[in-house]
C-alpha cells in the first residue's frame, strides 16, 4: 500500500494542509495519508494550545474524507521528535507499505537541514507541493536529495498557522480558513482568542 505521511505542526490544521495533502494523494495515488502531528516542546506552545488538541483538530479535519488517519505517535511520545526515528519505527510496523511523506515548498528548500536526512531520504520518497514565499524547486538540492523529491502541482494557498493566529488574536474571522469541523472545535474550546 502507498501511504502518504502528512507531517507538521498543524496549531492550527488549515486548508493549506488539507489541499497539499489531497493534491499529492491524487497524483500518485496514495491509498492512504496519515495526518501526523508533531510534538512542540511545552515552551514553545501557543496559549493553551496542547499537543492533545492539536490531534483532536487534526481528527476533525480527515473525518469526512475517506482515505485520511490521523496518527498520534509523535504527540504521544513527546519530547523532541525527529521525522526520520518516526518513519525508522513506521517502517518495522508496517514493512508491507511504501511511505511518502508531504510537505510544501518551504520545506523542500529546508531538506538539507534536517536531522539525518540522507538517512530518511532512503527510506521514502518526499512528494513537494507549492506554497507561496518559496520557490518550489528541486533542481537546487543536493543529488541525493533529487533522487528522492517528486512534485505534485497545487493552487497556490496563501495561508499559513501563523496568519490564522495572529488573525484570530486580533479578532479577524479564520472562517473557511480552516476546515469547517476545525473551525468549530476552535470556536467550542475558545482557543486562539477566539469568543464562543
Ligand atoms: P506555521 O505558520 O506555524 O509554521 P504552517 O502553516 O507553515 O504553520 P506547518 O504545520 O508548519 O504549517 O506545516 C506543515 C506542512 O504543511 C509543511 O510541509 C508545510 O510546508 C506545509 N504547508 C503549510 N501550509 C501550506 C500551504 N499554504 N501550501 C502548501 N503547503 C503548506
Ligand atoms: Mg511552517
Not at 507538521?8 to 491509498?31: K, N, Q, S, V, W
Not at 488574536?169 to 476546515?179: H, N, Q
Request: proline share 6%; aromatic share 10%; charged share 25%.
Amino acid at each position: 500500500m502507498k501511504v502518504g505521511i502528512m507531517g507538521g505542526t498543524f496549531d492550527p490544521i488549515h486548508i493549506g494542509h488539507m489541499l497539499a495533502a489531497e493534491c499529492a494523494r491524487d497524483a500518485y495515488d496514495l491509498e492512504e495519508v496519515w495526518f501526523m502531528p508533531s510534538h512542540i516542546p511545552p515552551h514553545k506552545e501557543d496559549a493553551g494550545v496542547t499537543g492533545l488538541m492539536r490531534l483532536e483538530m487534526t481528527a476533525e479535519a480527515v473525518a469526512d474524507h475517506p482515505s485520511f488517519r490521523t496518527l498520534d505517535w509523535e504527540v504521544k511520545r513527546g519530547g523532541v521528535s525527529y521525522t526520520v526515528d518516526t518513519v525508522r519505527e513506521l517502517r518495522e510496523a508496517y514493512p508491507e507499505h511504501d511511505f511518502y511523506f508531504i510537505i510544501g515548498a518551504d520545506m523542500v528548500a529546508y531538506l538539507p537541514k534536517w536531522n539525518r536526512i540522507g538517512e530518511l531520504a532512503e527510506m521514502l520518497t518526499f512528494i513537494g507541493l507549492n506554497r507561496p514565499g518559496t520557490k518550489l524547486s528541486v533542481d537546487d538540492l543536493p543529488d541525493f536529495l533529487q533522487k528522492a523529491v517528486v512534485t505534485a502541482e497545487m493552487p497556490l494557498i496563501e495561508i499559513s498557522s501563523t496568519i490564522i493566529r495572529s488573525r484570530a488574536a486580533s479578532g479577524s474571522s479564520i472562517r473557511y480558513m480552516v476546515p469547517d469541523r476545525v473551525y468549530d472545535y476552535i470556536v467550542r474550546s475558545g482557543i486562539y482568542g477566539i469568543q464562543p
